[in-house]
């Protein structure tokens, strides 16, 4: 059922919690307007608690979820993401597309579990098992939308251009066979998605990394994309070895030739950026590209710890993603994001801000908030006016959140909460 008039005793906007607050949807399923302080309407649908805007899932390859928990033994002196990626190989080769719709659907109902009501999905796994093209080309694309519009979530599909095994390396291993796609295939790809354009499915483009897209690969890209306003994704900087490997191979970090050589703009969001030094930070915030950060997966595979303060006080702008799904919900994001910092420099509240946002989860959850918009494709997202009527209804009496002010709220979810969270669920104005 669609509603046009919500009415909750509280909702987090604008950086604070305000209360009594009346949220009106139009007839597509957006925001049209959102007051505090409103009296509860006659005609209103009253929520069962409070109200906070969902995040985006910015990074997540839903197909990596069937090996959530079967990578976690070593079997030889050392493990370490490049050990890993063979494994995740093995799982890419052997599955099918009603396969990888049963996982995804699954996932996807544990992100909006997990409060996130729309996913980028980076999709690099494009071919039958054998390298060749299925008879539609999209096959496995449309069998993540298929998931996603079942489980009710937004879906940001973005194609990934995914050439070459290493730099200065031309061509795939045969391990990744199914991964095999130039400019004007993702191009392509994009276009029919975008097509299929609905409030809840849109298409962006995605370059694996610079390992897999050499120059020529991003430039063909570029000039297809040109000034179109699409998200424009790209693992980077995620391994000290990738570091070294683009330094062997160009004379400069990964982030610094982004920045130097190709140069970048809002459309873009590099996802990782774990090794980055002062100087690719300040590039990064001037040029505004954002970052996706994922905690859970850069602790599951020993990436290492990005330079979140600097990130926020330059102001790059920030977002979290699922990525390898072993963790499937933004406050355990946002929990690892605040604590690998804490371990890291011996310190408390290190996201804080004490003059503007005194909250680490606070300041954490408005700076993701902030880059939902941008990473998904959208203008506007939140409990604003003219973005997507999505919600979620805040149990107040769940476990770590009985009894703390509302004040406390937001600190209580990120470092204190277990278990369920939410009383209600809602994407484009219609509840789940």
């Known amino acids: 059922m669609h509603y046009k008039k919500l009415w909750t005793p509280a909702a987090w ?10 949220l009106e949807i139009d007839g597509a399923g957006r925001w049209q307007s959102i007051t505090a302080g409103v009296q509860q309407p006659t005609d209103a649908r009253v929520l069962a608690g409070p109200v906070l805007p969902p995040l985006v899932n910015a990074h997540s390859h839903a197909f990596q979820r069937a090996m959530a928990g079967l990578a976690e033994t070593r079997d030889s002196e050392s493990d370490d993401f490049w050990s890993w990626r063979e494994a995740m190989y093995r799982v890419a080769l052997s599955i099918s597309p009603e396969e990888l719709r049963q996982v995804a659907t699954r996932l996807y ?22 390298g060749q093209p299925y008879e539609d080309e999209l096959t496995m694309a449309w069998s993540l939308i298929d998931a996603a519009e079942e489980a009710g979530i937004g879906i940001t599909m973005l194609p990934v251009l995914y050439a070459h095994q290493g730099f200065g390396q031309k061509g795939l291993k045969d391990t990744q066979r199914r991964f095999k796609t130039d400019a004007a295939w993702v191009f392509e790809a994009q276009r029919r998605i975008n097509e299929h354009r609905s409030a809840t499915v849109n298409a962006g483009v995605a370059l694996h990394s610079l390992r897999a897209a050499h120059p020529e690969d991003i430039q063909a890209l570029m000039q297809r994309v040109g000034d179109q306003d699409l998200p424009i994704h790209i ?34 969001q590099l996802v990782h950026a774990t090794h980055a030094e002062a100087f690719e930070v300040e590039l990064l915030a001037r040029q505004g590209a954002g970052v996706v950060i994922c905690p859970t997966t850069e602790a599951n595979l020993g990436d290492g710890l990005a330079p979140l303060t600097g990130y926020l006080n330059a102001g790059v702008p920030l977002t979290v993603g699922s990525d390898s799904e072993v963790g499937r919900e933004w406050r355990e994001e946002l929990r690892w994001l605040e604590y690998g910092q804490r371990l890291l420099l011996r310190q408390r509240n290190v996201a804080s801000s004490p003059k ?4 680490s989860a606070a300041r954490l959850f408005d700076a993701m908030l902030a880059g939902s918009g941008r990473a998904a494709g959208f203008d506007r997202w939140g409990l604003v006016p003219g973005a997507r009527a ?42 789940l």
């Open 356 to 359: 503007s946002q005194p909250s």
């Open 235 to 268: 693992h980077v900087a995620e391994q000290t070895g990738e570091v070294r490997d683009c330094l062997a191979q160009t004379g400069m970090r990964p982030i610094e030739w982004l920045c130097k050589v190709q140069g970048l703009d809002a459309r873009w």
């Open 109 to 130: 109902k544990e992100l909006l579990r997990g409060g996130y009501t729309q996913v980028c999905e980076f999709h690099y796994l494009q071919h039958q098992p054998d």
């Open 13 to 22: 906007l604008q950086g604070r919690w305000q209360e009594s607050v009346l």
């Open 390 to 431: 999505d919600w979620l209804v805040l149990d107040t009496q769940a476990e770590g959140l009985e009894g703390l002010p509302m004040s406390r709220w937001l600190d209580g979810l990120v470092f204190a909460s277990a278990g369920p969270l939410w009383r209600e669920i809602g994407v484009g104005g219609k509840k």
